[in-house]
């Protein structure tokens, strides 16, 4: 999948827990995203990061929390105000700012107990 | 074609045969657009793109075609393959205004592919 790996491939929530998704890039790119695929759907935009320390809500953020500390790695974290957690969930880079070519993982697949 | 409703369109063609997958898209002001395929349980994989200073950009069995007046993107995939079965989606983006990093996507289509 083009240098970005996610995981856990499979992840399952309890209700009132936290769970992190992980990303990580080897392709020295600046700018990182996650999206929200919901069944029969397109993407929709959770958070973005352009460059390290530093990243912007999307379109549906509320329930969501990320964090940039290093270049290659954007974890997600889905917290328990997320009352709808069950979704797939991709996270893609682009090489820099403006580029708007995305490539993407091979997502996570998280599901409530 | 594409929508932005809550069901997603299906194309069905026979293989061999040529695919057209349609796309509007509602931002006048984007100028980069991006088709991607997406296979069941994997994340989309980059198809081909297109400049608004562009009407028709070809790769390998793939065409898009971009009309800026009724804001309408194609992808036509010749001789069509069982390995083209995936959800196409179109994306679009305006890339001068800092929006370059936001990608909108449409609903996407489901093209099958019968044998």
């Known amino acids: 999948d083009g240098g970005i790996t996610q995981s856990p491939k499979y992840l399952f929530r309890k209700e009132g827990q936290n769970v992190t998704l992980s990303c990580e890039q080897n392709l020295n790119h600046d700018a990182m995203y996650w999206y929200r695929q919901d069944p029969g759907q397109g993407l929709r935009l959770i958070y973005y990061s352009q460059i390290v320390n530093d990243f912007q809500k999307g379109d549906i953020a509320e329930g969501y929390s990320v964090s940039r500390e290093k270049k290659e790695s954007f974890p997600l974290t889905v917290t328990s105000a997320q009352k709808n957690p069950t979704a797939f969930y991709l996270c893609?880079?682009?090489?820099?700012?403006?580029?708007?070519?995305?490539?993407f993982g091979s997502g996570t697949q998280l599901s409530v107990l | 074609g594409e929508s932005v409703g809550l069901h997603l369109p299906t194309l069905s063609v026979q293989e061999g045969d040529n695919s057209i997958i349609n796309c509007a898209y509602s931002?006048?002001?984007?100028?980069?657009f991006i088709w991607y395929k997406q296979e069941s349980g994997k994340g989309p994989q980059f198809i081909i793109d297109i400049r608004s200073n562009m009407d028709k950009r070809q790769g390998q069995r793939v065409t898009v075609l971009l009309n800026k007046t009724v804001k309408h993107l194609s992808l036509q995939i010749a001789a069509t393959q069982p390995g083209d079965s995936a959800v196409y989606f179109c994306a679009e983006t305006h890339l001068f205004t800092g929006g370059g990093n936001k990608l909108t996507f449409g609903t996407g289509t489901q093209l099958k592919v019968e044998l």
């Open positions: 931002n006048s002001a984007s100028d980069y």
């Open positions: 893609a880079s682009s090489p820099k700012r403006g580029q708007g070519k995305l490539f």
